[in-house]
Each structure stands twice: as C-alpha cells, then as structure tokens.
C-alpha cells in the first residue's frame, strides 16, 4: 500500500480521497493507529480542496471512470489546479488488454502514451513522463485485470 510506504519515509501532509464511506473505514481499520496521521477525504474526488498545493496525485481507478470529453475535463481541471509546478501525478486505468467494466461501470482504457497525450491535451500543459509499467491485478474472484501505470512530472 502507497500510504504506509510514504508515512515510514517519511512524508507528510497526506490526504486520502474515497467516496465510498465503507471503502474509507477500512483503510483507516486496516492501518491503524497510522490513520490519525492522515486527513481522510470521504466524497467526490472533484469535490476535494486541498488548502495547499499538491506534489504527488496518485490515482488508481479513479480517472478511468471517466469517459465522456467533459468529464475527463473536469477531472483534469481539478488536477491542473492542486498539483504544482515540479509536482507529480501516479496514475492507474486499466489497460488497452484490460476490461472494458469496472465494478460494473464502463471504463475508459489506456496506455501509457494515451495518459500522457490526454494530460498534455489540457490547456497546453507540459507533463513528462518519468516510468510506465503494466500490472497485473488478480481479482478475489481469480479474474486478472491488466493495469496501465504512468509516472509523470508537470514541468
Ligand atoms: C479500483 S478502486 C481502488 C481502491 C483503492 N484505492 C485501491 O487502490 O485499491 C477505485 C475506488 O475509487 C472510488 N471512486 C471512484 N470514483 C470516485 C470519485 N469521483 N471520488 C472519490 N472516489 C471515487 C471507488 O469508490 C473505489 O473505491
């Protein structure tokens, strides 16, 4: 998990972001008394105003649920307006290989050179890449779900 790994090097000023009330509890059961060092977030991601800039944005599942041009947009405004200049985005969608559904939902799949050309799109912005890689998630139910990750800096 990202949390921990960046609480024991660390980093501060973390924020987790879930919508799901049930999903949120969990995480903060699961790390225990490491969750009172995190500001916990529960409601739409573009709903969130974080009251200083962000340098690391890490989404897994999130951006992928968004599939019509507006709403990329408006997920993409929300992103231009909290991470600095220098700052980082993590970001996770299925795969071109990947599912077309997503709990249920549809979903728009990706590689990396599509993240990359989709956040470049935003007002002429400039993000460089830094690593992609593909995972491949194993599901509870056995199912395998590929996972296309870009690293990227705002330059
Ligand atoms: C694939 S799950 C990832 C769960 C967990 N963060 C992880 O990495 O294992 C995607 C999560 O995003 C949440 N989600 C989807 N759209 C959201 C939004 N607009 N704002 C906040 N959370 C959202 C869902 O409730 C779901 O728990």
Redesign the pocket.
């Known amino acids: 998990m990202l949390l921990p790994t960046l609480l024991s090097n660390g980093y501060k000023h973390l924020t987790h972001?879930?919508?799901?009330q049930s999903?949120s509890l969990e995480?903060q059961k699961n790390l225990g008394e490491q969750s009172s060092q995190i500001d916990w977030f529960v409601?739409?991601?573009?709903n969130w105003r974080p009251d200083r800039s962000v340098d690391l944005w890490h989404d897994?599942?999130?951006f992928h649920?968004r599939i019509d041009s507006d709403s990329v947009n408006d997920y993409l405004k929300s992103l231009h307006q909290y991470v600095s200049q220098g700052g980082h985005i993590l970001l996770?969608t299925f795969h071109l290989d990947g599912p077309e559904r997503?709990?249920g939902l549809p979903v728009k799949r990706y590689d990396s050179e599509l993240i990359l050309s989709t956040l470049n799109a935003y007002q002429s912005s400039n993000w460089v890449e830094v690593k992609a890689a593909t995972w491949v998630h194993k599901t509870p139910s056995g199912g395998s779900q590929t996972f296309q990750y870009l690293l990227a800096q705002r330059h």
């Not at 409601?43 to 573009?46: A, E, R």
């Open positions: 972001v879930e919508w799901s999903a995480m409601g739409d991601l573009l897994r599942a999130v649920f996770a997503c709990s």
